[in-house]
């Protein structure tokens, strides 16, 4: 279990570099259980971001019956991105699978 103040991803960043550094480059590590779901999921967050903002669009683009009106309306999502980061920063919250969902939520 980890020590109180550490997330899961400074853990395994942290047994990245200890990999790096003592063994050699042919050793590999092998994720399980929450170290696993943790790694699988940060692989998949920009296209899930991707796909999120292009069914908005597309769905902004039906409702406004224009492909320029949703293009403005777009543009505040990175303003909104930007702002909920800094809020989980001054916050001192980490990016975990919540926030993450919250910030799908948040293009929508």
Known sequence: ???EGYSI??????????VVDNLPQEA?????GESLDYRSNQSS??????LAMLIV????????ESFVHPLVVM????LGLAGA?????LAGET?????????????G
Do not use: R, W
């Open 1 to 3: 279990s980890l020590q």
């Open 9 to 18: 991803g400074e853990a395994l960043d942290y047994l990245d570099q200890l």
């Open 28 to 32: 590999t590590v092998d994720y399980k």
């Open 45 to 50: 967050i920009l296209m899930i971001f991707g």
């Open 57 to 64: 669009y597309l769905v902004l683009a039906a409702q406004f």
């Open 75 to 78: 543009l505040t999502v990175p």
């Open 85 to 89: 980061l800094a809020g989980l920063l």
């Open 95 to 107: 990016l975990n699978i919540y926030s993450q969902l919250a910030l799908i939520m948040l293009i």
